[in-house]
């Protein structure tokens, strides 16, 4: 008879976690406290657009080995559009349209030739932009400096100048941590360097062609169903309950009992510890999962006519600004993009929606060439303030390992020990990692 595996949570680490899991031929059963599946990767019907809007847009990193191999398992890879070498328009306070575009080139040499080419650098600015080479081989700082260290700091500390600061490291790692570059650690952006730099696909970058839940959540679904897993939602995980070093069985928010032969946490950082008594959670775990939140901002512009503004291409960065990113789903629907948003224009979070979005407005108005205001029909504003956690030097030692101490406990989710920033490629590469510990143990 196949083993069985409990999963809570049924957002991206837990619905992968499932397919993985039910590939292998294990029996898996997941409860998902909320109405809806995906949980911070889902869109909802917008009954007054008629359309589906996703609660923010997602882009895939080209290294994002696991999610790919996940969305080739539920047949959703095609469904992705691919930005080659790294192509992005950038924008600025004048006006100007700059492109930045890695050559055909072999790894980190590719990023190095975009940075070449560049218009908006100087022979300075390209000159110590040369020394990440060093800083991605591990020759300038020992790992331990990296850890204690934020990435702004070693970057300062790298030689890299205002410009570089402004067109492409805080742009970049807004976007890559939902964080500001003071908060995050050195190590973590060598790191995802190391990943992105590792070959010229890993410089490439992805962004769907459908909508979120088309991309990752209808299909798994489907998916699951027809291997037998039972999918239960609105009924969540409510209390764990042990037999020595064992969970024996997890009470459900309904008050009845489940078991199985494993079991898998799939919950947010936020929810982790509120499903074991503090007595069980100080026997079992020798830290608490401290982590803070980071904000980010969705802003989604409805326009009466086709766009005329420029640029106008799927993705452009804006610089010097309250938004940084500004992508163009169609014609009539632009969505704008704040992350790190307590940390952006003093703090955009604290805001209200009209407020936010008379600042967007302010921003498209100084970057955009031909932008007019009155061509905006409507507009609606998701803040999404758990949307990840924020990336300081301290974080990564609050997050988890997916081997607990517990002999029948995994622990899956984007905010575990994965190396890499909380995203979807970290929520599936702790799925994958779970699904190997189980698999070996059986
Ligand atoms: C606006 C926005 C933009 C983003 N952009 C990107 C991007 O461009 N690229 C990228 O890679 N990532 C991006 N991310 C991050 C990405 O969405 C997350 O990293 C990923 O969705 C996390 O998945 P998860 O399964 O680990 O956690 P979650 O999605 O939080 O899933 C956890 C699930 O557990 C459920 N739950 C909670 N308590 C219980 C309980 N007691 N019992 C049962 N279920 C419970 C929750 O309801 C939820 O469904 C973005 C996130 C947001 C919000």
Redesign the pocket.
């Known amino acids: 008879m196949s083993k069985s595996v409990i999963i809570?949570?049924?957002?991206?680490?837990?619905i992968a976690s499932a397919v993985f899991l039910s590939e292998k031929g294990f029996s898996v059963s997941v409860?998902?406290?909320?109405p809806k599946w995906g949980?911070?990767?889902f869109s909802y019907f917008d009954n007054e657009k008629n359309i589906f809007i996703d609660?923010?847009?997602?882009?895939?990193g080209g290294f994002y080995k696991n999610t790919f191999e996940f969305m080739k398992i539920i047949g959703t890879f095609d469904k992705l559009k691919v930005k080659n070498n790294l192509q992005l328009v950038f924008t600025n306070k004048d006006k100007q349209i700059l492109n930045f575009k890695c050559g055909n080139l072999p790894g980190v040499w590719s990023l190095l030739s975009g940075i070449f080419f560049f218009k908006g650098f100087n022979f300075r600015d390209k000159l110590e932009f040369l020394k990440i080479r060093k800083l991605i081989n591990g020759k300038v700082f020992e790992d331990d400096k990296l850890e204690r260290t934020s990435a702004s700091k070693i970057l300062e500390m790298t030689g890299q100048t205002e410009n570089l600061m402004k067109y492409f490291w805080t742009p970049l790692i807004f976007a890559a941590f939902n964080s500001p570059p003071e908060y995050v650690s050195g190590k973590l952006l060598v790191n995802l360097l190391k990943k992105g730099t590792e070959n010229k696909k890993n410089m490439s970058l992805y962004l769907g062609n459908d909508t979120l839940n088309g991309l990752f959540i209808d299909n798994s679904l489907k998916y699951l169903n027809e291997k037998s897993a039972l999918l239960y939602n609105n009924l969540?995980?409510k209390k764990i309950i042990f037999e020595g070093n064992y969970i024996k069985c997890i009470e459900l928010d309904n008050g009845e009992t489940v078991s199985a032969d494993y079991y898998i946490s799939?919950?947010?950082f936020y929810?982790f510890e509120k499903?074991f008594s503090p007595s069980d959670y100080a026997k079992h775990f020798n830290r608490s999962v401290n982590l803070q939140p980071s904000t980010?901002i969705?802003v989604h512009l409805f326009f009466k006519n086709d766009i005329s503004f420029k640029p106008d291409g799927d993705m452009t960065g804006l610089t010097g600004t309250c938004v940084q990113w500004l992508f163009v789903n169609n014609k009539r629907h632009v969505s704008l993009v704040i992350s790190g948003a307590d940390y952006v224009c003093g703090n955009m979070t604290e805001l209200s929606n009209e407020e936010i979005y008379f600042a967007c407005i302010k921003d498209l108005k100084s970057c955009l060439q031909k932008f007019d205001e009155s061509e905006i029909g409507s507009y609606k504003i998701i803040k999404?303030k758990r949307?990840?956690f924020l990336t300081g030097p301290d974080s990564e030692a609050y997050r988890l390992r997916q081997k607990s101490s517990l002999e029948n406990l995994f622990i899956a989710?984007?905010w575990t020990d994965t190396g890499l920033p909380?995203?979807?490629?970290?929520?599936v590469t702790s799925a994958g990692i779970c699904t190997d510990l189980i698999v070996n143990r059986k």
């Open positions: 809570i949570g049924g957002g991206i680490a837990g409860y998902e406290s909320s949980g911070r990767t609660n923010g847009v997602h882009i895939l969540g995980g799939a919950l947010p929810c499903i980010i969705s999404e949307a990840t989710g984007d909380a995203t979807i490629e970290s929520a």
